[in-house]
C-alpha cells in the first residue's frame, strides 16, 4: 500500500555509515511508534531499534551504540543512521509502525511495514 517508504540503502563499505528514511504517506504515523527491523539472507527479520512519538529510544543490545533511530514528525519520517557497519550487518531493512504506546520488539507487534532497502556492506 505504499505507507511506509524506505530509502538510503546500497553498497557500503565495511566501516562506512549509511542512513536510512523512512517517509510516512500519512500524518497519523507522528503520533505512532517507529521501528526499524532487519532481516538478513536465510534468517528471520530481527529488531533493531524503535522510537515512539515522543522521541523515546529502544534498540537491541547487539546493535546498541552503533545504530541511532530518529524522527522528524514534522517531515511524517524516522531516521536509522548506522555507524561503524560490518559485513554481518548485511540485510534488508525494514521500516515499522504500530499504534499505541508500549513499544514491542517483536515482529509481530508492529501493523505497518514497508517495503525495505537493501543495504550490503562489503569487507
Known amino acids: 500500500q505504499g505507507q511506509l517508504v524506505e530509502s538510503g540503502g546500497g553498497l557500503v563499505q565495511a566501516g562506512g555509515s549509511p542512513r536510512l528514511s523512512c517517509v510516512a504517506s500519512?500524518?497519523?504515523?507522528?503520533?505512532?511508534?517507529m521501528g526499524w527491523f532487519r532481516q538478513a539472507p536465510g534468517k528471520g527479520r530481527e529488531f533493531v531499534a524503535a522510537?515512539?512519538?515522543?522521541?523515546?529510544?529502544t534498540y537491541s543490545d547487539s546493535m546498541k551504540g552503533r545504530f541511532t533511530i530518529s524522527r522528524d514528525n514534522n517531515k511524517n519520517t524516522v531516521y536509522l543512521q548506522m555507524n561503524s557497519l560490518k559485513p554481518e550487518d548485511t540485510a534488508f531493512y525494514y521500516c515499522?509502525?504500530?499504534?499505541?504506546?508500549?513499544?514491542?520488539?517483536?515482529?509481530?507487534?508492529?501493523?505497518?511495514w514497508g517495503q525495505g532497502t537493501q543495504v550490503t556492506v562489503s569487507s
Open positions: 515499522a509502525a504500530r499504534s499505541g504506546r508500549i513499544v514491542y520488539i517483536a515482529v509481530a507487534g508492529y501493523d505497518y
Open positions: 500519512r500524518r497519523t504515523f507522528s503520533s505512532y511508534i
Open positions: 522510537i515512539t512519538w515522543s522521541g523515546s529510544n
